[in-house]
């Protein structure tokens, strides 16, 4: 995922416009501005479609795209090196912490971050869909984060 | 700054024993390991010595490194590119957005993100010591912060 210019963690993407290209050229040409390498993505890889109840004109669409740890790895060089966006629109790339250390470490304190949207509920969807963790490890993470969260609202860490 | 291995923000950094090597050797030698470029320090970049009350036994030394907008890159790109912890002890650098958006966006938004023990009160003294933002500034980042994480408490974003 990414630190965002707002402060949000988030995914890489942005606003496409249907009329004027597909989602798939859409997201395509967001993720080569924010990750500096071209990541060609098509419909296969669509996984889910949701409306804002805050912006009714706004649908954010989901896509899944499996790679190796070298592709991974170079997508986190060129982020850096050759992003046009990398200072601007990005902050940083992080990978997530797919395991459970002591007192909630891992993908608990993960998931207790301040996320964009839904892009949250995006990531533990993915989780599951992609049999990376079991639904219930993934409640167990949710539940941790949420105690973290409220342990924490009047003095974060 | 940089996301841990155990899910929270945090700076670069790490333990060192004071009768095997100086505090600036030590820091010196987990920055290298951690951002994968020699970053000097010296006694004149310490800023704070904190006692942690959870563990008597552990003192927070904060040191503070200005650098040009060229060596941040440098390091960005050494991070991903070459720092043996890669991957492994940190999952990314993120710099910090310095700046207000709307409803919240920008410093108070990454200011409701969970940190390591109390590496977002270093954040906030190292932005009042660099005279980067203002006192009033800082207070209000922060007022924005808590109302954020308390509102998202039991459904963070």
Chains 1, 2 share one sequence.
Request: hydrophobic share 40%; charged share 25%.
């Amino acid at each position: 995922m990414q630190m965002r210019f707002d402060g949000l963690l988030g995914f890489p993407g942005g606003l496409v416009n249907p009329s004027e290209e597909t989602l798939e050229a859409g997201l395509s040409r967001e993720l080569h501005e924010e990750v500096g390498v071209a990541v060609p993505v098509g419909v296969d890889d669509h996984m889910s479609s949701c409306v804002s109840s805050s912006c009714p004109r706004l649908i954010t669409h989901f896509y899944i795209k499996k790679m190796t740890e070298a592709e991974l790895k170079e997508i986190e060089r060129a982020a850096v090196a050759s992003a046009t966006d990398h200072g601007l629109e990005v902050l940083g790339m992080v990978r997530v912490p797919l395991y459970f250390l002591k007192k909630g470490g891992g993908l608990p304190y993960f998931l207790s971050h301040s996320f964009i949207s839904n892009s949250r509920a995006q990531l533990l969807s993915a989780l599951r869909h992609c049999r990376l963790l079991s639904q219930g490890e993934l409640k167990e993470a949710v539940r941790q984060a949420e105690q973290m969260r409220r342990t924490h609202s009047d003095d974060p860490r």
